[in-house]
């Protein structure tokens, strides 16, 4: 796995960042640690169909219709927002998605609240046929075993290991797999505390701490301040990083060191989980609001 050293730091603190972006080109990050051994379990099942949930510019959504494409499964994705029904053409997830062969299914905000119930499952099933549920982000006990393989022996070395959080399986399944030595930090893209909860469903260690002051108002939501970084660390060190994501979590660590949250001669190792795809989208946001746009693009 490509492993970049990032510019230089004070009090001879090292950072490099683990390019988990680069495992697939269309499954790429931590989408391809959790999607891995549940394609295994759908075969070993049986199932001829994956069904999972997300919105507009979801990189799990374009993940799973990849990988059914790839490993030969019909895909069903629940979309957030019927209004999206008329606009597939305009998104390039959803045009990438059902280019993938996936069939969209376009619900309520309101229904799709409803998505981990099991009544609203089991209408699913009325609806579509037997399927193998993947929840929305794709974390579930098979997602984190994915994820417990992300770090190996070759990062033994480090202090700090940081990442972004979204569902908590990426998180989990790397505070899991840590050595005792090592500290796990997470920045969450969304507003609040509840992530907290979710993890300790997953990982009984303690060795990890969440900093929730870099979410930028919250999921989805991004200021001229964090594209302007982004583009910049582009420039410097060639690395592409989501705004969603990753680019608020290496954001995060960037600004901790310069607050001296760091000990002197901490090695800290950035998870970059993947999720490029989705600048497409957030640029046309941006472009609507006559806002600066990220310039790369891969």
Known sequence: MNQKVLT??????????KREDLIHPFVSGNKFRKLKYNLLQAKEENKETL??????????IAAVAFAGK????????????DELGSK????????????CGMQLEFISREEYRLKSESSFLENLKVKFGSF???PEGGTNALAIK????????????????????????????I??????????????????????????????????????????????KVNEALIGFINQFYTENQIPLDPIYTGKM?????????????????????IHTGGIQGIQGMNIKLKSKQLPTIDIYV
């Open 8 to 17: 230089l730091f004070p009090n001879s603190i090292s950072v490099q960042i």
């Open 51 to 60: 069904l999972t949930f997300g919105g507009a510019f979801s990189n799990h």
């Open 70 to 81: 790839e490993k030969g499964f019909k895909t069903i994705g629940i979309i957030r927002g």
């Open 88 to 99: 597939i053409a305009e998104n390039p997830t959803l045009s990438f998605a059902q280019n």
């Open 132 to 134: 193998y549920h993947i």
């Open 146 to 173: 994915g994820c417990q393989e992300i770090l190996t022996e070759d990062d033994a070395e480090f202090d700090y290991i940081c990442c972004s959080i979204g569902t908590g399986g990426t998180i989990s399944g």
């Open 175 to 220: 505070i899991n797999s840590v050595l005792p030595h090592q500290k796990v930090l997470g920045f969450p893209a969304l507003k609040g505390d509840f992530l907290k909860e979710e993890i300790h469903n997953f990982t009984q260690n303690e060795n990890w701490e969440v900093i929730t002051e870099y979410h930028f108002g919250g999921y989805g």
């Open 250 to 270: 290496v954001f995060g660590v960037i600004d901790l060191i310069k607050k001296n949250y760091f000990p002197a001669k901490s090695k800290i190792l950035l």
